[in-house]
């Protein structure tokens, strides 16, 4: 199921989707999910999330959103409307306190989210939140989409997570080059 504040205009994503698919609202949707993926413009994110409230409560959201400023990237530099010393994943979280946050898939463009063939191997998504339960679901999620998973701890490990989507960008911006990932690499 595909959510929105306007279903209506989905009408020819679910025309093209197949006979299984269905769309609705935001609360519509977080109702009928169990495992949630959010991917919104970051500045929406959180409004998002409160119009859910309740229908979050104990709901997987997968959530693939940065707090990318409306500005032009200077030099391929985005710009963010979080500081150092937060993340928009954190803030998601405290309004949806019930709900199971897992930071994945905003360090990747969407061509590349499942099975990504890249020289060198599977790519490494960041992961973090506060449930384990729902970071072994997501990892689930990931390994079958071809990708290999570092758990980098809390919610608060978003804060060096999401900044890894400007450096991401950089190349795409610079030389218009989207085809790439991240790999952890060890000796």
């Given at each position: 199921m595909r959510g929105s504040?306007?279903?209506?205009?989905?009408?020819?994503?679910?025309?093209?989707?197949?006979?299984?698919?269905?769309?609705?609202?935001?609360?519509?949707?977080?109702?009928?999910?169990?495992?949630?993926?959010?991917?919104?413009?970051?500045?929406a994110a959180e409004a998002v999330i409160r119009e859910c409230g309740t229908a979050l409560a104990g709901k997987t959201i997968l959530d693939t959103t940065n707090p990318?400023?409306?500005?032009?990237?200077?030099?391929?530099?985005?710009?963010?409307?979080?500081?150092?010393?937060?993340?928009?994943?954190e803030r998601i979280q405290n309004a949806a306190p019930t709900a199971h946050v897992v930071k994945c898939f905003s360090i990747v463009s969407s061509s590349l989210m499942v099975d990504p063939v890249i020289k060198g191997g599977p790519p490494t998504m960041f992961i973090c939140g506060n449930n384990a339960g729902a970071k072994a679901q997501a990892t689930e999620i990931l390994h079958t989409f071809g990708w290999e998973v570092e758990d980098m701890g809390t919610a608060v490990a978003a804060r060096a997570i999401e900044p890894l989507a400007i450096l991401w960008c950089i190349p795409g911006f610079l030389r218009n080059d989207w085809t790439h990932a991240f790999k952890m690499l060890r000796p």
């Open positions: 504040r306007d279903p209506g205009k989905l009408t020819n994503w679910k025309a093209q989707a197949g006979s299984k698919a269905s769309v609705g609202t935001f609360v519509e949707t977080a109702k009928f999910g169990q495992i949630l993926a959010l991917a919104v413009k970051g500045s990318i400023t409306d500005a032009p990237p200077v030099n391929g530099v985005l710009a963010y409307f979080t500081g150092p010393n937060e993340s928009l994943m």
